[in-house]
């Protein structure tokens, strides 16, 4: 017969134990947090339980569950590495979380009952448990994501996962940070059980009885060997090969702007070279010197300016409600299309896909088929799943359908009469509250509205290239348009997984108007007679994912050549489109879509060496100008960050924070420098200032700075503190 005893805990306390016969149930459940977290006072919690449960002669065995819905814990109080100013202090941070764990470990068995995120700390305090149950819940993933913060995990992850799940697993983990699921866990040994949601606290219960009783050993993580594992994960030299081939991979990945997958690398490898509690020693001395590093810094205030616009409605009005949309109608089935599509089903929405003939929605209809696809051959979602949501997405030639949604979201071609027409073609036969979204990428959304008999009601939502896979959302607002519009905007697009920022009307928004003198700075190097590929590595070194030229391919030359000429005629000189980017497309070369850009292209559209035959296009034909990599770095991204700040000298942005995160997560500028505004922050204004009127002076009116970065140059002021 099983007995309970009531659940115990002091007022506003985050952990709470009830007592089933023998087994002490820990219920953790952060008061006032959406999510469970190792603060300070729950690190104390612990501690004082710990030693209760130690002491009681009665229990035998706990059950570590949590009280939030989906989650099981999400790791450490990231904002406790905020008020550490030296390593020591985080290497003493790294050691508490160590021993808190070591303890767990060490006295009466512990089963964790995980149902939802396991993150972080969360999962390091799992792995300290004698048992592992995973429900099968969709929510629930498994992962040490330090390193996506410039850290490493640093409460004995780097010595317990390689020696549950091998060490091949364990890098796999650590150095990307990357989640995995139950299946996957219970494959490599993660997880001891994976059982429905409903009865994972049974399922613990039981472990827990068995462990305490002795007719159960604790886990010893994965049980098979394979012949791969015994020759390179369990001895020295095969340990010796997946280190060097870790570190090598590591290094072309990072380009060397990441220190914390080589420090983790170090950590995994100390325990095996010298026994864990050298292994725990280096862990935590390493923690110390990550969470002192820039790289950290800025990781860490991108994530919490991530997390803040997670919870910012994009309007000031308190008043503002934001509508649900259950069914949205998308004009245009090309790749942009037929990539909100992609997104908008696996949200449960009803998806209307139009475009001017059946082959073109049938090609559209394809290629939603094929991402819905790919996440079902990554497990990321059932057959049954994938079934579903494709059933959700229709397509048609007309505007049948178009009757009860929500929401248009028109993707047509760049052209300002065709946007027109459509427009007013749906709101002929779209009820007359719909939303009319465009996806823009330049033309101002006032000038689209223009043609609407309810201007109120239409905005841009201007999504990235490729949209499943693009975390960025623009949505861009008119003085016309409605905070409820707005609001409603902004909330359909956190609820597709976008990262949201609000920015006002104007040529080229935000994103793509600080692009366009970077990318066009890059062509006049050209016409100055850089070579291409010299530009590219240049500022793939700086950080950025892909050079500009080849962004250039990857757009489309044609896109990227109109793109820039509504720049140029709404900003005129300092935006004036180089020579080579004019006379490239005037050849009648698309870049990768047409297999003929600046780089060659194979069949099946890879790309390859640079195409020496478009160097007979350029102004300064085949000979080539050596160039410093420093000059063509500074170039291009002071152009692209003195014109960020334009951006919110004129309104376009509503703050530095929405400034570097559009940034960094809509165009790839580097993460570890934190965006645009955080760069200049790490300059200095005034060092900016100079660096811009000495490039002014050579190259006028390109660099001239903006009267608001000159003025924070003047009171020494940085944009962090705006």
Not at 13 to 37: G, I
Not at 384 to 393: E, P
Request: include cysteine; hydrophobic fraction near 40%.
């Amino acid at each position: 017969m099983t007995t309970s005893a009531p659940a115990e805990s002091p007022p506003g306390a985050a952990l709470s134990l009830e007592l089933v016969d023998s087994v002490a149930v820990v219920t953790f459940d952060l008061p006032d947090e959406p999510v469970n977290k190792f603060t300070r006072g729950v690190r104390d919690e612990f501690a004082v339980l710990l030693e209760r449960i130690e002491e009681d002669p009665t229990i035998t065995a706990v059950v570590l569950a949590s009280g939030k819905p989906d989650v099981f814990i999400a790791g450490a109080d990231i904002e406790e590495l905020l008020a550490i100013h030296s390593p020591g202090e985080a290497e003493r941070l790294s050691a508490e979380g160590q021993a808190m764990l070591d303890r767990m470990e060490r006295g009466k068995p512990v089963v964790a009952a995980i149902d939802g995120a396991c993150l972080g700390a969360g999962l390091e305090a799992a792995l300290a448990c004698a048992w592992r149950v995973a429900s099968e819940n969709p929510k629930t993933i498994l992962a040490l994501p330090e390193v996506q913060l410039g850290l490493i995990p640093g409460a004995g992850g780097t010595q317990r996962l390689p020696r549950t799940v091998g060490l091949r697993s364990a890098l796999d983990m650590i150095l990307s940070g990357k989640n995995v699921r139950p299946k996957k866990a219970l494959q490599i040994g993660l997880v001891d059980d994976l059982v429905h949601p409903a009865i994972v606290r049974d399922v613990a219960l039981r472990r827990a009885r068995e462990l305490g009783a002795g007719t159960r050993r604790r886990s010893t993580g994965r049980l098979r060997r394979d012949a791969q594992s015994l020759l390179l994960d369990d001895n020295p030299l095969g340990r010796s090969v997946v280190f060097r081939q870790a570190r090598e991979q590591t290094l072309k990945k990072t380009r060397g702007h990441y220190p914390a997958p080589l420090a983790a690398l170090d950590a995994v490898a100390a325990g095996y070279q010298g026994g864990r509690e050298r292994g725990l020693r280096e862990e935590a001395r390493l923690f110390g010197e990550m969470a002192a590093t820039d790289v950290s810094k800025e990781l860490i205030y991108l994530f919490f300016a991530s997390n803040a616009l997670k919870k910012d409605p994009g309007v000031a009005n308190p008043a503002a409600t934001a509508s649900p949309v259950e069914k949205v109608g998308i004009l245009g089935a090309g790749f942009m299309g037929a990539g909100i599509a992609s997104v908008a089903a696996p949200q449960g929405t009803v998806v209307r896909l139009k475009d001017a003939d059946t082959g073109r929605v049938a090609k559209g209809l394809a290629s939603v088929r094929e991402v819905l696809k790919e996440r079902l051959a990554k497990k990321q979602i059932t057959r049954q799943q994938f079934d579903d949501q494709l059933s959700l997405v229709s397509g048609t030639t007309d505007y049948s359908g178009f009757g009860n949604v929500d929401l248009v979201i028109e993707a047509v071609f760049e052209d300002l009469a065709v946007k027109h027409q459509v427009l007013r073609e749906v709101e002929l036969v779209a009820p007359a509250d719909v939303i009319f979204a465009t996806n823009t990428s330049t033309i101002p959304i006032a000038r689209i509205a223009q043609a609407s008999a309810r201007p109120d009601r239409v905005l841009g939502m201007h999504f990235f290239s490729p949209v499943h896979k693009m975390p960025l959302l623009e949505v861009i607002v008119t003085p016309r348009t409605s905070d409820d519009v707005t609001a409603t905007a902004v909330a359909y697009g956190k609820k597709l997984g976008k990262t949201v920022i609000v920015v006002n009307d104007g040529p080229g928004f935000y994103a793509n108007r600080i692009l366009s003198p970077y990318v066009n700075e890059a062509g006049k190097l050209l016409d100055e007679g850089a070579a291409i590929d010299a530009i590219d590595r240049a500022l793939v070194a700086f950080g950025f994912p892909v050079g500009p030229i080849t962004l250039i391919d990857e757009v489309g030359i044609d896109i990227a050549a109109k793109s820039g000429n509504i720049v140029a005629d709404a900003f005129g000189e300092r935006m004036v489109p180089s020579q080579s980017l004019q006379r490239v497309i005037s050849a009648g070369r698309l870049g990768r879509k047409g297999r003929q850009g600046f780089y060659l292209y194979g069949p099946d559209g890879r790309k390859g060496d640079v195409d020496q035959t478009v160097y007979d296009l350029l102004p300064t034909g085949t000979h080539r100008a050596e160039i410093s990599a420093e000059e063509i770095q500074r170039r291009c991204v002071l152009a692209m960050v003195n014109e960020a700040v334009r951006c919110l000298e004129d309104g376009i942005l509503r703050s530095p924070r929405d400034g570097d995160v559009g940034a960094v997560f809509g165009i790839g500028f580097p993460p570890f420098r934190g965006g645009p505004f955080r760069y200049i922050d790490s300059l200095g204004a005034a060092e900016v200032v100079r660096q811009l009127e000495e490039l002014d002076g050579r190259f006028p009116p390109r660099f001239e700075p903006s009267e608001l970065l000159i003025d924070m140059a003047r009171s020494g002021r940085k944009f962090g503190k705006l």
